[in-house]
T-cell receptor, first 114, second 108 residues
């Protein structure tokens, strides 16, 4: 069982829909991440939150909107997505400081855009 | 040039073989390094952190060479269950960068 919980596990949506992906962790981690992973490719970093503030945005299109309401929750709001946005979306968390602080991943939301 | 480069393989080896993966990184200020394993349609799971002095965990040995900017993973006595994609990850200020992953298949 993963300590990072993502919901939903699967999501199918049309290009005009608005939906949200949710991520929750209770490990006391103060850094949280969103990644996008296409088949047979490594995860690509999208956003990093550090102490609930957005610290890294990897030039992600505005149709993806992250939100970190508190230290345990991370959301990714989706609107007007394109078919090429279909992918596995992974959330991860870690300690902010200190060496050798690995990320712990949720098992992802598999997103399909029709 | 990619920030983290990794031979994608695939590596197909018999059970019991020893196999080694390498990974190079471009940011000399990188602070920490990890190997993750990812099974098909699953999330990445931490295999081991990579310490400057090298470290071992059972059949797995990780090494770091900061001067040459590469990390390695050695798997001894391969098991069927080792079949997976192995991802090297390089961290700088919580900006985690993944290598492309090396696909390993261990055959009976």
């Amino acid at each position: 069982d993963t300590e990072v919980t993502q919901t939903p596990k699967h999501l199918v949506m049309g290009m005009t829909n608005k939906k949200s992906l949710k991520c929750e962790q209770h490990m006391g981690h103060r850094a949280m991440y969103w990644y996008k992973q296409k088949a047979k490719k490594p995860p690509e970093l999208m956003f990093v939150y550090s102490y609930e503030k957005l610290s890294i945005n990897e030039s992600v299109p505005s149709r993806f909107s992250p939100e970190c309401p508190n230290s345990s929750l991370l959301n990714l709001h989706l609107h007007a997505l394109q078919p090429e946005d279909s992918a596995l979306y992974l959330c991860a968390s870690s300690q902010v400081k200190g060496e050798f602080q690995p990320q712990h991943f949720g098992d992802g939301t598999r997103l399909s855009i029709l | 040039r990619k920030e983290v480069e990794q031979d994608p393989g695939p590596f197909n080896v018999p059970e019991g073989a020893t196999v080694a993966f390498n990974c190079t990184y471009s940011n000399s200020a990188s602070q920490s390094f990890f190997w993750y394993r990812q099974d098909c349609r699953k999330e990445p799971k931490l295999l081991m952190s990579v310490y400057s002095s090298g470290n071992e965990d059972g059949r797995f040995t990780a090494q770091l060479n900061r001067a040459s900017q590469y990390i390695s993973l050695l798997i001894r006595d391969s098991k069927l269950s080792d079949s997976a994609t192995y991802l090297c990850v390089v961290n700088y200020n919580n900006d985690m960068r993944f290598g492309a992953g090396t696909r390993l298949t261990v055959k009976p």
